[in-house]
């Protein structure tokens, strides 16, 4: 494995460094997301925010902003929580009693809300440590079993094991375990021949390979892991696997009962619900409503253009289409007539409007974005708007009209921004693709 890993292991920006934070930041950008998307992400992340104290006093707006696109903010948030408590739990003990004096009052400082805040403000430079210790290390905000041993062996070059998705495929193959990985028993059996194979990978002497150049010597623990994974991206992948290149066919119990296809035996997936949400790009004198999604709520703190969810299926019951929606019928019937670009059937979308406090004279088609989050197939339709005027149904936009201040949490309470202002903050993926339309 170590030698087939030093001959085709993938050049990535990640690998040329054993500086753990750098590792950490792409193993959680790694995440749910392809390597190949990753890459501008991690470069431009480094370049911005690099080091772990500058995301620790980075704004939140600035860290938003540069994961805008990767989706998973939580991991985002999480990541500037766990650089905090680095620098909170691991600050360096300096030997000079000023200096020492110093540290402690910056301690004491880190742990009030504000405190980041001042630190920008008062330009302080703090010591700090990055764990190297595994339980130390899961200890951090977001940091779970694999992330803190992907870390650990990659950084440090501890026997510390991993078990992902490609690792999980290349076990269950190699070992021919038929039952299901997500059960617990077969998951604890998975990580302990996980662990016995970086335990033993550790008492390799590792020869210099002709090769990757960043493979060393004395890292065995590291590569082992990182071949495990390459292997399960490379050669054992989902479909199609290249059994007849891979290095370890000789011993693939899966490779030599014919039971490729068979594993991992991921039991059947669940089916995905399809939803339905429309967004109103609302313009008026070259500004655009846009609104902060709450703290709490699936992508906090990211911003998007009004929307609502209505029901998937246009065939539905009219009573259950518009969620939240008082309406009367004929009343919006009659409304149809101005909306000359809106098809008949889609009257709907005028209550999701009116919902929203909306009140369009014209409407018009702009895109549909499609997207998948976990089991969820959600198509979002975005319209265009001009406006009739606003729905005494919800004051909190009609005050939104008259405001043009972006405000850090703004909540529902629209504000209206020119395109300039709204290519500087960090939308969710659908919406920047909306964004990006009107370009
Ligand atoms: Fe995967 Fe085939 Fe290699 Fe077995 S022989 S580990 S199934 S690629």
């Not at 995440?31 to 620790?56: G, N, S």
């Not at 938003?64 to 990767?70: I, V």
Request: include cysteine; aromatic fraction near 8%; hydrophobic fraction near 40%.
């Amino acid at each position: 494995m170590l030698g087939w890993f030093a001959q085709n292991a993938r050049d990535l920006p990640w690998r040329h460094t054993r500086d753990p934070y750098a590792i950490w930041v792409s193993e959680i950008m790694l995440q749910q997301t392809q390597v190949k998307t990753v890459i501008p992400y991690w470069k431009r992340w480094m370049r911005e925010l690099p080091t772990i104290e500058a995301v620790a006093k980075a704004r939140s707006e600035k860290i938003h902003k540069l994961w805008e696109g990767l989706g998973y903010y939580t991991r985002a948030r999480n990541l500037q929580k766990a650089a905090k408590q680095i620098i909170v739990k691991h600050s360096v003990k300096s030997k000079s009693r000023r200096r020492r004096g110093n540290e402690s009052q910056i301690k004491r400082k880190l742990e009030t809300p504000s405190a980041f805040a001042r630190l920008r403000r008062d330009k302080h430079v703090v010591s700090y440590k990055f764990p190297d210790n595994f339980d130390d290390v899961l200890a951090l905000p977001g940091i779970g079993r694999y992330t803190a041993g992907a870390i650990c062996s990659i950084a440090f070059n501890q026997p510390t094991p991993i078990l992902d998705g490609n690792v999980i495929r290349v076990l269950t193959r190699v070992f021919g375990i038929g039952e299901n990985p997500r059960e617990k028993k077969t998951n604890a059996q998975l990580w302990q021949l996980a662990e016995e194979l970086v335990a033993h990978a550790k008492t390799q002497r590792l020869k210099t390979f002709a090769g990757f150049a960043p493979l060393r010597e004395g890292n065995s623990c590291s590569f082992f892991n990182q071949s495990l994974m390459e292997l399960g991206a490379l050669v054992c992948t989902p479909r199609n696997p290249q059994c007849k290149i891979c290095p370890v066919k000789k011993l693939c119990v899966a490779f030599r009962e014919g039971r490729v296809g068979e594993l991992p035996n991921l039991g059947k997936r669940k089916t995905a619900t399809a939803r339905r949400i429309v967004a109103f790009v609302v313009e008026r004198h070259g500004r655009f409503l846009v609104r902060q999604r709450p703290a709490g709520a699936v992508n906090a703190h990211l911003w998007e253009f009004p929307n609502v969810e209505i029901h998937p299926n246009p065939s539905g019951s009219p009573a259950k289409r518009v969620q939240s929606a008082h309406y009367s019928r004929k009343k919006s019937q009659s409304r149809l007539t101005s909306a000359a670009t809106i098809q008949k059937h889609d009257w709907e979308i005028i209550h999701a409007a009116k919902s929203l406090g909306i009140e369009p004279a014209t409407l018009q088609p702009l895109c549909t974005v499609k997207h998948s989050i976990t089991r969820y197939r959600i198509a979002l339709d975005a319209f265009h708007v001009h406006l009739g005027g606003v729905s005494t149904a919800r004051p909190h936009l009609k005050r939104a009209m008259s405001g043009t201040r972006i405000t850090r949490h703004s909540g529902n309470n629209g504000v209206w921004l020119t395109p300039v202002q709204l290519r500087k903050l960090a939308f969710t993926a659908a919406h920047k693709t909306i964004l990006n339309k009107l370009q």
